[in-house]
């Protein structure tokens, strides 16, 4: 019997356009990067400007302007009336909204710590996927990420600021998406600037909640909870929450705390929000769940590999991932629900 033979495609069926669309998919977010950085939507701000009136007030060489402002026209980053020299660039709505440096919804600031880190720490993928090694500052100077950020206050601001830009729709998705109504106190255990704890205090007058982190993120905290004027149901603590054991509280929360660790660190988080909750408590993670089957998320999985840049054997998990390992430190039972984006909470009750 002859062996089976899958069909065939004549070259007239399938084209290269995804695969090059995705490998060279630098060009697009360098050029996102950069202009990020260099504050053209901030500076779009409140009208729109000449290519020329850009390039003066950046300071941009004319042989780059007009190619890297076309190019997010193209892209769909700006919109621009007429064409040529006359022609006017503006944001888009969602440039505008989450671009804009000035916009209460402002998300660039994890744009501007993967231009400012990130992007060029991916470009040793090969030799972390070959020797399962962090790529980042540990590779240059021998210290782990986190001790490179807290020796320099500016990169630690600028980091808490990209982690808030990307966890805001989420924080407040939670706020509205999970019933807090039976709990009365929370701890946000790696809270740094404070914006869960003050994300779901807002909505939920009869929490007191309590963010928790290092020393050096207590002030950036404080701050933060002045400016919402929570200051009276939301407290700043100084936890080391590898060598700590957690407050006590209803729910404990931990927002992109568990892929920051190898699986040794994830259990003993869990396992150490399982003793300080108490019957009936809450321990809500919230991370890029990726799907079970891992076919659906793929910023999931690309933030999986980021780890693996960032830490060598940190990583990413799946809702079943979360749920075993949770079982194991005596939960009774778990829940994904998901907030925004390829981001979800997970969720174990005791």
Request: charged share 25%; net charge negative.
């Given at each position: 019997?002859?062996?089976a033979?899958?069909?065939?495609?004549?070259?007239?069926?399938?084209t290269?356009?995804?695969?090059?669309q995705i490998g060279m998919?630098?060009?697009?977010?360098?050029?996102?990067?950069s202009a990020v950085?260099?504050?053209?939507?901030?500076?779009?701000?409140?009208?729109?400007?000449?290519?020329?009136e850009?390039?003066r007030a950046?300071?941009?060489?004319?042989r780059g302007?007009?190619?890297l402002?076309d190019?997010?026209?193209?892209?769909g980053?700006l919109?621009?009336?007429?064409n040529g020299?006359?022609?006017r660039?503006?944001?888009?709505?969602?440039?505008?909204?989450?671009?804009?440096?000035?916009?209460p919804?402002?998300?660039?600031?994890i744009?501007?710590?993967?231009?400012?880190r990130?992007?060029?720490?991916w470009a040793d993928?090969?030799?972390?996927?070959?020797?399962g090694?962090p790529q980042n500052?540990?590779k240059?100077?021998?210290l782990?990420m986190f001790?490179?950020l807290?020796?320099?206050?500016?990169?630690?601001?600028?980091?808490m600021?990209?982690?808030?830009g990307?966890?805001?729709?989420?924080?407040s998705?939670?706020?509205?998406?999970?019933?807090?109504?039976p709990y009365?106190t929370?701890a946000d255990?790696?809270?740094a600037?404070g914006?869960l704890?003050?994300?779901?205090a807002?909505?939920?007058?009869?929490?007191?909640?309590?963010?928790?982190?290092l020393p050096?993120?207590?002030?950036?905290a404080?701050?933060n909870?002045?400016?919402?004027g929570l200051?009276?149901r939301?407290?700043?603590?100084v936890?080391d929450?590898?060598?700590?054991?957690?407050p006590?509280a209803d729910?404990?929360t931990m927002?992109?705390i568990?892929?920051?660790?190898?699986l040794d660190?994830?259990k003993?988080l869990?396992a150490?929000a399982?003793?300080?909750?108490p019957?009936?408590g809450a321990l809500?993670?919230?991370?890029n769940?990726i799907d079970d089957e891992?076919r659906k998320?793929?910023?999931?999985l690309?933030?999986?590999l980021n780890m693996?840049i960032?830490?060598?054997?940190a990583?990413?998990?799946?809702?079943?991932?979360?749920?075993?390992?949770?079982?194991d430190a005596?939960?009774?039972?778990?829940?994904?629900?998901?907030?925004?984006?390829p981001?979800?909470a997970a969720?174990a009750y005791k």
């Amino acid at each position: 019997m002859e062996d089976a033979k899958l069909p065939t495609m004549s070259r007239g069926d399938v084209t290269p356009d995804h695969i090059m669309q995705i490998g060279m998919g630098f060009w697009a977010s360098k050029a996102l990067l950069s202009a990020v950085e260099l504050g053209v939507f901030t500076y779009l701000a409140d009208r729109s400007k000449t290519g020329r009136e850009l390039e003066r007030a950046l300071e941009l060489n004319p042989r780059g302007t007009y190619d890297l402002l076309d190019a997010l026209v193209a892209l769909g980053l700006l919109e621009r009336d007429g064409n040529g020299v006359a022609g006017r660039y503006r944001n888009t709505a969602e440039t505008a909204v989450f671009l804009d440096r000035k916009s209460p919804q402002y998300s660039g600031g994890i744009l501007e710590m993967a231009n400012a880190r990130l992007y060029r720490f991916w470009a040793d993928l090969t030799p972390a996927l070959k020797t399962g090694k962090p790529q980042n500052e540990v590779k240059h100077s021998g210290l782990p990420m986190f001790d490179e950020l807290y020796a320099d206050p500016k990169r630690l601001e600028q980091f808490m600021d990209a982690m808030a830009g990307i966890s805001k729709a989420n924080f407040s998705a939670l706020a509205e998406k999970f019933d807090f109504s039976p709990y009365s106190t929370l701890a946000d255990i790696g809270g740094a600037s404070g914006q869960l704890s003050c994300s779901v205090a807002s909505q939920h007058t009869h929490l007191s909640c309590r963010s928790c982190d290092l020393p050096v993120v207590k002030p950036i905290a404080e701050r933060n909870i002045r400016k919402h004027g929570l200051s009276e149901r939301v407290q700043a603590d100084v936890i080391d929450f590898l060598h700590d054991g957690f407050p006590r509280a209803d729910i404990i929360t931990m927002g992109m705390i568990l892929h920051d660790w190898n699986l040794d660190r994830k259990k003993m988080l869990i396992a150490k929000a399982y003793r300080a909750l108490p019957k009936g408590g809450a321990l809500i993670a919230i991370e890029n769940i990726i799907d079970d089957e891992r076919r659906k998320n793929a910023f999931g999985l690309l933030m999986s590999l980021n780890m693996l840049i960032e830490f060598g054997d940190a990583f990413d998990f799946t809702g079943a991932d979360f749920a075993g390992w949770c079982r194991d430190a005596g939960f009774a039972h778990c829940e994904v629900r998901h907030l925004a984006g390829p981001t979800s909470a997970a969720i174990a009750y005791k």
